[in-house]
T-cell receptor, first 116, second 115 residues
Framework: NAGVMQNPRHLVRRRGQEARLRCSPMKGHSHVYWYRQLPEEGLKFMVYLQKENIIDESGMPKERFSAEFPKEGPSILRIQQVVRGDSAAYFC??????????????FGDGTRLSIL | AQSVTQLDSHVSVSEGTPVLLRCNYSSSYSPSLFWYVQHPNKGLQLLLKYTSAATLVKGINGFEAEFKKSETSFHLTKPSAHMSDAAEYFCVVSGGGGSQGNLIFGKGTKLSVKP
């Protein structure tokens, strides 16, 4: 199965620690998107990346959050000095072309981040 | 700016009866619209998409949606609910414009199916 793979599925961190969430897009996809889902809410867009480039980070908090999609390897969403409010489900999606092409995004099963 | 409003947070139907999940959108241009389904602790699966072709869109698992520009609606329907349809459903509009990567999600409708 060449679907979008996210790991870990569940991640527990204490306040002040760093969280790293990984996403491997579907085979052949070069566009990656990260979303955050808070309880009882829909998904909120965070960042859109192509290989080695951030295309749109308009939904990313200005501090503590960063994302990358290197030439080799998975995309990484990094949260530094986590706080309780970072507890959420983080979803990654990928597509083979950008959203202007109207291609749908394919989603992974998410990483559930819990902050103690 | 684009937005979607899902009019019901919860819908409960009996197995074998029709399903109607309502969605209204707001867009300054011709939008692309999607419905996604999310089963508990899983990712989102695309049910169907509208991209300015036919206004009646057929999706997977017997679902369909009709794009009505005059009503700015994109309601999701299914003639006969199955127990396996119990999940959360999201109406989504593509952000477009200056937001290249942006999918804008409604808050979701939880569908319960009673035996």
């Amino acid at each position: 199965n060449a679907g979008v793979m996210q790991n870990p599925r569940h991640l527990v961190r204490r306040r002040g620690q760093e969280a790293r969430l990984r996403c491997s897009p579907m085979k052949g996809h070069s566009h990656v998107y990260w979303y955050r889902q808070l309880p009882e809410e829909g998904l909120k867009f965070m960042v859109y990346l192509q290989k080695e480039n951030i295309i749109d980070e308009s939904g990313m908090p200005k501090e503590r959050f960063s994302a990358e999609f290197p030439k080799e390897g998975p995309s990484i969403l990094r949260i530094q000095q986590v706080v309780r409010g970072d507890s959420a489900a983080y979803f990654c999606a990928s597509s083979d072309r950008g959203t202007y092409s109207n291609q749908p995004q394919h989603f992974g099963d998410g990483t559930r981040l819990s902050i103690l | 700016a684009q937005s979607v409003t899902q009019l019901d947070s919860h819908v409960s139907v009996s197995e074998g009866t029709p399903v109607l999940l309502r969605c209204n959108y707001s867009s300054s241009y011709s939008p692309s619209l999607f419905w996604y389904v999310q089963h508990p602790n899983k990712g989102l699966q695309l049910l169907l998409k509208y991209t300015s072709a036919a206004t009646l869109v057929k999706g997977i698992n017997g679902f369909e949606a009709e794009f009505k520009k005059s009503e700015t609606s994109f309601h999701l329907t299914k003639p006969s609910a199955h127990m396996s349809d119990a999940a959360e459903y999201f109406c989504v509009v593509s952000g477009g414009g200056g937001s290249q990567g942006n999918l804008i999600f409604g808050k979701g409708t939880k569908l319960s199916v009673k035996p």
